[in-house]
Every structure is written in structure tokens, then in C-alpha cells.
Nanobody, 126 residues
Framework: QVQLIESGGGLAQAGGSVRLSCAAS????????MGWFRQAPGKEREYVAS????????WYGKFVKGRFTISRDNAKNTVYLHMNSLKLEDTAVYYC???????????????????WGQGTQVTVSS
């Protein structure tokens, strides 16, 4: 079973950038589709982005609008989320997720990934 550990969160300025990392261990990383979700206080967990096993396909939540980029390095067993043009409403705990099957937005509507990290807090301030 894969274990996921997020890092890179913290305090950021509105309009700035943050890069989140998620390191995987315990299983063959390239065998998993990967993704990111987020959860703000008092809100449901929200899909952010996901990426196929090879990295050849990526998907994003509607709110992203070109501001975020998901990528992966299978040699380093790591998936990244580059967040640019940060807004106050991007403040949330960001969770890394993994599943054998890809999970684009259409799939996430009825099935959530099987494996989750503990999350990393991103706080955007003005």
C-alpha cells in the first residue's frame, strides 16, 4: 500500500506562488494515478487536479483556470502542485491522493481515490 507525505505548505502572499510536493513510498509509484484535493474550514473536500500514471494526461478543477500545474517525477516518486496567482480563497489544507485508476473530475463525482496523505496547510494572506 502506498504512503503519501505532503510538504511545501505554509504562508504565502496573495498573487504569489507555492509549490507543494507529495512523496510516495511503499509501492510502485508509477503504478498510481495521483492528484490533489483541498479542504477549507467548514467546506467539503474539493478536487484540485490529477495526473495519469505516466504524466501524459492532466486534469484540473474548474476553479483553477490556468493558475495551477500538476506534474510528477516517477524517478523521484513525487508529485507536485505548482500554484501561481494565489488568492485568499486558496487557503485550505491540501491533500495528496493516489489510486490505481485515473480520477479526472468526471470520475471524482462518484468515486474518490483510495489513498490519501495527511495534508499540508496553505494559508494565503493579503
Amino acid at each position: 500500500q502506498v504512503q503519501l507525505i505532503e510538504s511545501g505548505g505554509g504562508l504565502a502572499q496573495a498573487g504569489g506562488s507555492v509549490r507543494l510536493s507529495c512523496a510516495a513510498s511503499g509501492s510502485t509509484f508509477s503504478g498510481y494515478a495521483m492528484g490533489w484535493f483541498r479542504q477549507a474550514p467548514g467546506k467539503e473536500r474539493e478536487y484540485v487536479a490529477s495526473i495519469s500514471r505516466s504524466g501524459g494526461s492532466t486534469w484540473y478543477g474548474k476553479f483553477v483556470k490556468g493558475r495551477f500545474t500538476i506534474s510528477r517525477d516517477n524517478a523521484k516518486n513525487t508529485v507536485y502542485l505548482h500554484m501561481n496567482s494565489l488568492k485568499l480563497e486558496d487557503t485550505a489544507v491540501y491533500y495528496c491522493a493516489a489510486d490505481y485508476e485515473i480520477f479526472p473530475p468526471t470520475v471524482v463525482e462518484y468515486r474518490r481515490p483510495k489513498h490519501w496523505g495527511q495534508g499540508t496547510q496553505v494559508t494565503v494572506s493579503s
